[in-house]
């Protein structure tokens, strides 16, 4: 699987922007690069993805180095509600079916 | 109403008893999921169903069977639950958007705890 590599922690200040960093050195070309999130321990909540070019949606904006070999998810007005964990996802192919798998994530702390 | 319910939120059984952890969507979605959670671990993929009739093994299926009911309805049941066995347990669902790309959507989580 490709894998990826995220901070264990980071700290935000409400209202400023948070940039949260993923390292994904072996994706492969057709991989997406997929966002979660899991605010203390509901369900994740899918936030963005990207295959090559940047993403931008209500929630988030996502980059991805033209490499692909690393993206950053920026939240851009991050408020107290966005404490959470965010977990970075390579998509691959499992089976006959696409998998994603959760890594331990960046627990993000958004401090007033 | 949820787009994906578990039933029940909240479980405490015995060692040695069977248990069925129960999920329904209205996403309308083929394709259903089973995961598991231990603390500060991310998530494992136990089965995955993409119809009623194909249902298949993730990477943790060991002690777990399942039942597709209907589109909407995926179960899960641990025949003879063991201690080892306690974790966060979720349901998604996804569906192939166009370009190859998806998410899940995720149930709110079933908390089992074996005694």
């Known amino acids: 699987d490709a894998k990826t590599t995220q901070p264990t922690s980071m700290d935000c200040a409400e209202g400023r922007a948070a940039n949260l960093p993923c390292n994904h050195s072996?994706?492969?070309?057709?991989?997406?690069v997929y966002w979660y999130r899991q605010i203390h321990s509901q369900g994740p909540q899918y936030i963005i993805h990207?295959?090559?070019n940047n993403e931008t949606n209500e929630m988030a904006s996502l980059i991805i180095t033209e490499d692909r070999k690393s993206s950053t998810l920026i939240l851009p007005h991050a408020t107290l509600r966005d404490t959470a964990v965010y977990y970075c996802?390579?998509?691959?192919?499992?089976?006959?079916?696409?998998?994603?798998?959760f890594g331990a994530g960046t627990t993000v702390t958004v401090r007033a | 109403d949820a787009d994906v319910t578990q039933t029940p939120r909240n479980r405490i059984t015995k060692t040695g008893k069977r248990i069925m952890l129960e999920c329904s969507q209205t996403?309308?979605?083929?394709?259903m999921y089973w995961y598991r959670q231990d603390p500060g671990l991310g998530l494992r993929l136990i089965y995955y169903?993409?119809?009623?009739?194909?249902?298949n093994k993730g990477e943790i299926s060991d002690g777990y069977s399942v039942s597709r009911q209907a589109q909407a309805k995926f179960s899960l049941s641990l025949e003879s639950a063991i201690p080892n066995q306690t974790a966060l347990y979720f349901c998604?669902?996804?569906?192939?958007?166009?370009?190859?790309?998806?998410?899940?959507?995720f149930g709110s989580g079933t908390r089992l705890t074996v005694v």
């Open positions: 990207g295959l090559k």
């Open positions: 996802i390579v998509r691959v192919a499992f089976s006959n079916d696409y998998k994603l798998s």
């Open positions: 072996t994706i492969s070309g057709n991989e997406y």
């Open positions: 998604a669902t996804s569906d192939p958007g166009t370009g190859g790309s998806y998410g899940y959507t």
């Open positions: 169903s993409f119809d009623v009739k194909d249902i």
């Open positions: 996403k309308g979605h083929d394709r």
